[in-house]
């Protein structure tokens, strides 16, 4: 549905890629999930897909429609939301979505569905620009809904929403999976990259070090591990050691033997420590 | 290219043009402007007129006793002692084919404008000035009024094309555009539909103008014609405003530069003369004004309009294309 080749992208005339050679292909059905902390070029990854930015190198297909020449009918098939809520501030949250639907050639979403859907059919007839920042937030994530697209990218999707909004997004999100949307989706979150992608790509720094489901790569990477927390010296310490590394397995042998133990308990990898693992980045900086 | 896109798009800077307090302001200001040019308008109605013809000429009593009572002279000699008399009379008869006006030279000021506006009115073959219906009886259009009209319209075409800048202004600093962006609207739809707006509120404005100053009738026509045909460099300012400011305040700032620079030609026009007049031809609104001034003076006909009118798209184009390259660069970098 998406194949991206030997993409490159650079906000400062070549000096410094904010996207650096990136490949990868997002099969159709699929959520596929960029993580990757802040300023790893997920969102201009995603500007660049959905025609925002020029292709200036690389090559991208889109629905088979090289991006760098895009028409109309294009727009009428893809659906975008942003990170953050760009919305006509005085335009109502109803008047909002009635003026996006009325820019598409194809059968649009009932934009009072779509409200009720995000939880603001109470506020439908109040100013964008009265709403909190999650409410205007959910108002960007139910306009991209409007066309019904075939190809969905989300940028950040549940970033800076409460745990009952975002759970009932991610219900969304799934949905729309089940009903055949390809979903492309950036995200700093490893709990959202482990529970809603079916492939993931980790990217820092504008390049992708590996692409893989969250399942396969917990089970390579995601030996068991052991959380200790001991005193030494008076202060308290606390440690991540694998069960199957003999170096990390003679250390928790020495902590047992010298140390006080005050917890220890099994636990297994997350994504989180896989990408810290194999990029030696942290997700949140 | 769909309708339904561009009137989308119209109907929503609209929405949003009445919802913003500046651009309320920015209506409301030639409204404002009409009503003090009508309050320090002479009245010319309140001068009772004293003419005077010869006792032969029918037609020209016939046309002066709309305006006021008329004596009649048996000669022309007669004629000039009677106004030589101490009361302010004025001698207005036909010479061959021409008109002649004759004053004592201790007239008011407003008695010598009027006379001379009526002599200009008989003189010019356009008869529709003498031919005043009832309620419009001896009614004349004082320069000052001429000049406030012509003032009013032209900055309604300036104010029209701020109204679009801070539309675009707008959806810039709120990113609004790139949601856009990525719909399927055409570039060349959502220019459109933003430019409606910059026709509509001249013609909304400059028809108050007409009710406000209280006009004679006049040709309507032309004054749409050239209403329209004016609002394009309002249109072309406004975009070039809305593309190159990145905040509403360097936005309130270019858009008083450019301001002045249309409304300059206006001002000066009225001032200079004739024969410095030639520095301002580069000007949209200097066209504009001319043709105004002349629509309201009833001394404009159809050939000499379409040249004007000519001139006015000339000029425009000319002025569009110097600005092409920052607006589209403008563009390019409002589309990112
Ligand atoms: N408009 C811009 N101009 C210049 N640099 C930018 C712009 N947008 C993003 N960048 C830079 O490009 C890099 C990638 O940014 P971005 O794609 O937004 O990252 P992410 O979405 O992963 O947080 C960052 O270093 C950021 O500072
Ligand atoms: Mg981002």
């Known amino acids: 549905m998406i194949q991206v080749s030997d993409l490159y992208y650079s906000y400062r005339k070549d000096k410094g890629f904010a996207v650096n050679g990136i490949s990868f292909e997002v ?35 889109v629905m088979d429609v090289d991006v760098s020449a895009t028409t109309p009918d294009f727009y009428n098939k893809i659906g975008v939301s942003f990170e953050n809520p760009n919305l006509y501030l005085k335009l109502t949250g109803i ?41 205007q937030q959910r108002l960007v994530f139910a306009r991209s809904l409007i066309n019904k697209p075939k190809v969905w990218f989300l ?101 047992l033997d010298h140390e006080v133990i005050e917890t220890i308990h099994s636990k297994e990898a997350t994504l989180e420590e896989i990408f810290i693992k194999v990029t030696g980045e942290e997700l949140e900086k | 290219m769909r309708m339904k896109r561009i009137l989308s798009v119209f109907r929503i800077d609209t929405i949003n043009g009445i919802r913003d307090k500046m651009v309320i302001y920015i209506l409301v200001a030639p409204i404002i402007f009409s009503f003090f040019f009508r309050i320090i308008a002479p009245d010319f109605q309140s001068l ?60 008011s000021e407003e008695i010598e404008e009027v006379a001379k506006i009526i002599l200009a009115g008989l003189q010019s073959d356009n008869m529709r000035y003498l ?27 300036v104010l029209g094309g701020m109204v679009i800048g801070f539309n675009i202004i707008e959806e810039k600093e709120s990113g609004a555009m790139r949601a856009l962006m990525v719909t399927p609207i055409k570039k060349s739809e959502l220019i459109l539909g933003r430019s409606i707006l910059g026709i509509i509120i001249p013609l909304i404005q400059t028809f108050l103008a007409v009710l ?26 406004g975009f070039l405003i809305g593309v190159i400011s990145s905040s509403q305040m360097s936005g309130i700032a270019n858009m008083k530069i450019s301001g002045w620079l249309l409304l300059m030609p206006v001002i000066l026009g009225f001032i200079l003369p004739e024969r410095l007049q030639f520095i301002f031809f580069w000007s949209p609104t200097y066209w504009s004004f001319a043709v105004l001034k002349d629509i309201v003076n009833h001394s404009i006909n159809w050939s000499s309009f379409t040249i004007q009118i000519l001139w006015i798209c000339l000029t425009t184009a000319i002025l569009f294309l110097l600005m092409m390259s920052r607006i589209k660069k403008g563009l390019q970098t409002y589309l990112n």
């Open chain 1, 27 to 61: 099969n159709e059905g699929e959520i596929f999930g960029f993580l990757g902390p802040n300023g790893a070029g997920k969102s201009t990854t995603q500007k660049i897909l959905a025609g925002l930015l020029p292709v200036q190198k690389g090559k991208i297909r």
């Open chain 1, 95 to 135: 008047e909002n979505l009635e003026y996006f639907a009325s820019m598409y050639d194809v059968p649009t979403e009932d934009p009072v569905h779509l409200l009720d859907m995000v939880g603001l059919k109470d506020v439908a007839k109040r100013r964008a620009g009265e709403y909190s920042k999650g409410m």
């Open chain 1, 155 to 255: 940028d950040e999707p549940v970033s800076g929403l409460d745990p009952s909004t975002s759970a009932a997004i991610k219900e969304l999100i799934k949905e729309k999976r089940k009903e055949g949307t390809t979903i492309f989706l950036t995200t700093h979150n490893m709990h959202i990259a482990d529970e809603l992608c079916d492939r993931v790509a980790f990217i820092v720094s504008g390049e992708i070090s590996l692409i893989d489901s969250p399942r396969n790569l917990k089970l390579q990477h995601g030996k068991k591990l052991v959380e200790i927390e001991y005193r030494a010296n008076g202060s308290l310490k606390r440690d991540s050691l694998s069960l199957v590394q003999n170096a990390d397995r003679q250390k928790l042998n020495s902590l």
């Open chain 2, 48 to 107: 009772s007129l004293l003419f005077v013809t010869l006792r032969d000429q029918r037609t020209t009593l016939e046309s002066l006793e709309k305006f006021g009572s008329v004596e009649l002279a048996s000669s022309e000699a007669e004629l000039k002692e009677r106004v030589g008399r101490s009361d302010d009379s004025v001698a207005i008869y036909k010479e061959g084919e021409s008109f002649n006006l004759f004053l004592q030279g201790n007239e």
């Open chain 2, 131 to 157: 031919n005043f219906k009832e309620s419009d009886q001896g009614r004349f259009v004082a320069p000052v009024t001429v000049f406030g009209f012509t003032f009013v319209v032209i900055i309604s075409f």
């Open chain 2, 212 to 237: 406000i100053l209280d006009l004679p009738t006049m040709d309507y026509l032309k004054l749409i014609i050239v209403t329209i045909f004016s609002s394009v460099i309002g249109i072309v300012v």
